[in-house]
């Protein structure tokens, strides 16, 4: 069955969001071609050392890499990855990261750096799980993938225990500011 799915669907083998230096800020793995965390980090560091200097600032880039395409982009001090297999659509692949990049410019309201990217993991993480699961491209287009997360989102009613911790931070220093103006 899963050799009929992957012959099928196209599919991803990791989406990486990392930093100006090359270090982790979201990624997430759907391929055992790299089974340890070890195995994870080499390959990121070796694809940011020979993408970092490239012009990928304007548009997607597009490279094979370890037999896999690669289609990247960097914004400010961010860098966008999604790889794929040797035999993946690259038209597919950028339209993921065209995507990702496009719901994290919606969701991060178009701050995108690594301050707010940091800041709003949990909202980059809820954006790669609705464009991906498993490996499979359940999502592209950006403002659909941006209102599922929105949706996801707890409103400020809600009990502190049904909030992640940035939202419960936000609430806290909303009700601080609150009684200080009192």
């Known amino acids: 069955m899963a050799n009929f799915r992957r012959e099928i ?5 990791n989406l990486l969001l990392l930093d100006s ?7 997430k793995y ?15 560091k070796s694809l940011f050392a020979k ?11 597009i490279t094979l890499f370890e037999d896999n395409v ?27 990261l065209n995507g990702f990049f496009e719901t994290v410019t919606i969701l ?27 490996g499979l491209i359940l999502e592209t287009d950006g403002t659909t993938i941006a209102g599922k997360v929105a949706s996801h989102t707890i409103d400020e009613g809600a009990p502190l225990s ?3 911790i940035t939202q419960a931070l936000a609430t806290a220093r909303e009700h601080f500011t609150r009684s200080i103006l009192r």
């Open 70 to 96: 690669v289609v990247y982009m960097f914004v400010e001090d961010l860098h966008f990855f999604v790889t794929g297999g040797d035999d993946e659509n690259e038209l597919i692949l950028a339209s993921v």
């Open 9 to 13: 669907c196209p599919s991803v083998k």
């Open 108 to 134: 991060l309201r178009s701050s995108v750096d690594q301050r707010e990217a940091l800041t709003n993991t949990d909202l980059i993480f809820l954006c790669i799980d609705e464009i991906i699961d498993g």
């Open 21 to 27: 230096e090359g270090k982790r800020v979201a990624v």
């Open 51 to 61: 993408t970092q200097k490239t012009n990928a600032r304007t548009e997607a880039e």
């Open 162 to 164: 049904e909030q992640t």
């Open 30 to 44: 759907y391929s055992d071609d790299w089974p340890t965390n070890q195995a994870k980090l080499a390959f990121e």
